[in-house]
């Protein structure tokens, strides 16, 4: 598995998330706009800038991919306010989004965006307002994309799509109610895993191999040389 791209969301002043980094952007919203989610120097994390509607962004520096994990550590309040991941955005409006949702009996939630966004599957986990850390893949073809979604380490929340897009780039995603703290709902230490796993060459396996023996014929049968 290799580590594709990592952003600790470090910035000098308070900057949109879609000019950040100045000069050539990692970020482009899929829902949202200019400042809607920014990242505050004050404490180096994405935050929601609007209130009443989910934010996405998705990673630019990222080709589409497949397979995919993204990881962050993310706010959850009950107002409710809360950070989110997002994988295999195929463009604006296609992809799926996790989130914690403290406000919600089953507060573990998996939602596909599609021109509007619906909610796939829930849980329950027992989790309470604070910081969390959030693991979200996708992995499989388009007919069966199987999504894992992991808090904490805990019992993870799946849901198989059978009519998935095939590919996507990876992402954040957050949303702020009216009267939320100022500053809630960040995101933080976001990265990306393609999820592939190296398969050693010839020369390693043989190297890997314990050393054969020369045999000699005896009487009684087979020894190596020196038994």
């Not at 980094?21 to 990242?39: F, K």
């Not at 959850?76 to 009996?105: C, F, H, I, K, M």
């Not at 849980?123 to 893949?137: M, V, Y």
């Not at 590919?167 to 009216?178: E, K, L, N, Q």
Request: contains cysteine; charged residues 20%; hydrophobic residues 35%.
């Amino acid at each position: 598995m290799t580590v594709l791209f990592t952003d600790s969301f470090t910035v000098g002043a308070d900057t949109n998330i879609d000019a950040h980094p100045a000069g050539t952007p990692n970020w482009a919203y899929c829902r949202g706009s200019t400042s809607n989610l920014r990242i505050l120097a004050a404490d180096d994390r994405v935050s929601p800038n609007s209130n009443g509607a989910t934010l996405v962004a998705r990673c630019t520096a990222v080709s589409a991919l497949a397979d995919q994990k993204v990881t962050a550590v993310c706010d959850a309040l009950v107002n409710p306010v809360y950070g989110g991941l997002a994988v295999r955005y195929s463009d604006t409006t296609r992809g799926y989004l996790a989130q914690v949702e403290t406000s919600q009996a089953n507060e573990l939630r998996i939602r596909e965006d599609n021109a509007g966004i619906t909610l796939l599957a829930s849980a329950d986990r027992g989790l309470t307002d604070g910081t969390h850390n959030l693991e979200f893949s996708a992995v499989g073809p388009a007919d069966n994309t199987l999504l894992t979604f992991t808090v904490d380490g805990g019992t993870p929340l799946t849901f198989t799509d059978t009519t998935a897009p095939a590919t996507g780039r990876p992402g954040i995603s957050s949303f702020r109610t009216t009267g939320s703290p100022a500053g809630s709902g960040w995101i933080d230490d976001f990265a990306v895993d393609d999820l592939v796993t190296g398969i050693p060459d010839q020369w390693n396996v043989q190297q890997a191999l314990p050393a054969r023996r020369p045999y000699r014929i005896v009487a009684d049968g087979m020894r190596p040389p020196n038994a």
